[in-house]
């Protein structure tokens, strides 16, 4: 009679109970090791740096377009609702509201997961497709220092950098939209823009900017790293890493939006 | 071709000791009690067929996998036993050559081969990482690729350059995860080569996961065959060979009498 096997998972409650449990502790440990090893030295600067390249400047086209355009649509959009009042000059003060405290970071955060979590999620999980990560692993290298820590480092620091990019960038196109409807002067919009917006607005944008950044590495790294084995587990965990990613997003901006509102009730 | 098997090294040392190994997923059970000694210097070549469990083997003596049951002692330490800082001492002796040669797709030989060495060795001069790099990929003798990406590089290049990366940090413990699967006979041969050649040159102790007899004729000093989960017989390739058992003589068949 061989011993029984200490691999398999004992049922406790029912096998779709104990699947979900046990993924939720995988997700905690993962979560877990990430603290307990970004704190511990060695630390991967020079691999730091090139994610942070890699998240941040090689978005910079994307986000770029996308901030504009975001920015000349919703005040396009605007206008006509402000016009019925005859409260059009109201524009660059909306227009910086929305943009500060949604729709930059969560506009940001959602072209992230697209293109950043992705891209973690594929490239860690061919990596462990192809024995890549098992290969770091027995030459004693700590694949997961190398290629966890650094990657959710990375989107955590540099998402707020974009969200505050993107934010500039759609305030431009707002500012160019409504100069050219307007007339209104740079010097008046952006008088109007810093008037309205408050130190709690910019800290609030960029602490879920910084949240928003460690769900998307951290989600991305996660499906990745423990992908499985074969081709169809690469477009999984691709696909997993969006989707969850995008999905917590915007639980945290709801969550985000309570503790806010919440602040400013106090003040 | 060598039709001599190889003399059986003589040396008592033991460097790997395997007792009532169990490894299961899930219902399939995969190795049932496997008993293994690797002797110093030693060549030990396991033979089985696919999905055998001649992988999970050497998976489980560096700590890739994890056992239901068993003792693994890897250089006098225990690696069931062992935590993660204990492990990676212990990894830095024992080289593990991939079957799919596992380079990291995104760097270039040169990067792939300092990857393990200035990771794992301090206070090593720029000078002294270029003289590492460049004596492992001559002794793979592909000194010409050092700038070369791996999607640039042939199957037999890449298994070459996956060797040179494990011997970077010189190995006292070679696994070799089906060394030869997929090549062309010149290219087996090369590899052959160069497995006996880290034996004799560098004093390694190696285990060959194979199912190429040519190979094992080649480089094994012992030959062990994996059936059922355990060895049904270990020894000299000829010894081994030397049975009616119709599972092994299929395995020669198919080799040698096609």
């Known amino acids: 009679m061989p011993p029984p096997s200490t691999n398999a998972p004992k049922i406790v409650i029912t096998p779709r109970i104990d699947r979900m449990l046990l993924s939720l502790y995988d997700v905690a440990a993962f979560v877990g090791r990430f603290f307990r090893e970004v704190l511990l030295p060695p630390y991967e600067g020079r691999e730091v740096i090139r994610q942070c390249y890699e998240v941040g400047v090689r978005s910079l086209p994307l986000i770029s377009l996308t901030g504009f355009i975001t920015g000349i649509v919703f005040t396009n959009q605007s206008r006509p609702s402000l016009s019925q009042f005859g409260a059009t000059s109201w ?8 943009l500060v405290r949604a729709i930059g970071p969560l506009v940001t955060a959602l072209i992230a997961a697209g293109r950043v979590g992705s891209n973690i999620g594929a490239e860690l999980s061919s990596m462990r497709v192809t024995e890549q990560i098992d290969a770091m692993e027995v030459s004693a290298t700590k694949p997961f220092k190398f290629l966890v820590v650094t990657r959710v480092t990375a989107t955590t620091l540099m998402i707020p950098v974009l969200t505050m990019y993107a934010i500039s960038v759609g305030l431009l196109g707002a500012f160019l939209n409504v100069n050219s409807n307007e007339a209104t002067s740079y010097r008046s919009f952006i008088s109007e823009v810093f008037g309205t917006i408050t130190f709690l607005d910019i800290f609030s944008s960029l602490t879920k900017s910084v949240v928003f950044g460690f769900t998307i590495g951290m989600v991305g790294c996660y499906q990745g790293y423990n992908s499985s084995k074969g081709t169809e587990g690469v477009g999984k965990a691709a696909n997993a890493a969006v989707v969850t990613s995008m999905f917590l997003v915007f639980i945290e901006e709801l969550f985000s939006l309570q503790i806010v509102n919440a602040i400013r009730s106090f003040q | ?20 190994l169990y490894v299961t997923f899930g219902d399939n059970e995969v190795l049932k009690g496997v008993d293994l000694m690797l002797h110093r210097g030693e060549n030990l070549v396991v033979l089985g067929r696919s999905g055998s469990g001649k992988s999970v083997l050497i998976k489980v003596i560096v700590g890739l996998l994890r056992p239901d049951q068993g003792r693994v002692v890897v250089l006098g330490q225990d690696v069931i036993a062992s935590n993660d800082t204990e492990l990676d001492q212990l990894r830095l002796k024992v080289g593990f050559s991939f079957q799919s040669s596992a380079l990291y797709d995104s760097m270039t030989v040169r990067e792939n081969l300092e990857f ?70 010149i290219t087996c041969t090369e590899i052959n080569n160069l497995i006996n050649d880290v034996q004799e040159r560098r004093g390694a102790s190696s285990i060959i996961i194979t199912h190429d007899l040519t190979c094992a004729k080649e480089v094994g000093d012992r030959v062990a065959m994996l059936f059922d989960g355990q060895f049904q017989r270990v020894g000299t390739f000829d010894e081994v060979f030397a049975t009616d058992d119709k599972r092994v003589q299929q395995f020669y068949h198919y080799n040698f009498t096609e």
Do not use: C, F, H, W
């Open chain 1, 91 to 98: 524009l660059p003060s909306l227009v910086s509201i929305a």
């Open chain 2, 1 to 20: 071709m060598n039709n001599q098997p190889k003399k059986l090294a003589q040396t008592a040392e033991t460097v790997i000791e395997i007792e009532g």
């Open chain 2, 116 to 185: 393990p060495l200035v990771r794992n060795v301090r206070n090593l001069s720029r000078a002294d990482i270029n003289r590492a790099v460049e004596e492992a990929l001559d002794d793979v003798g592909l000194k010409q690729a050092i700038n070369q990406v791996p999607s640039e590089l042939s199957g037999g290049q890449r298994k070459r350059i996956g060797i040179a990366r494990t011997l970077m940090l010189k190995p006292e413990i070679m696994l070799y995860d089906e060394p030869t699967a997929g090549l062309d006979p």
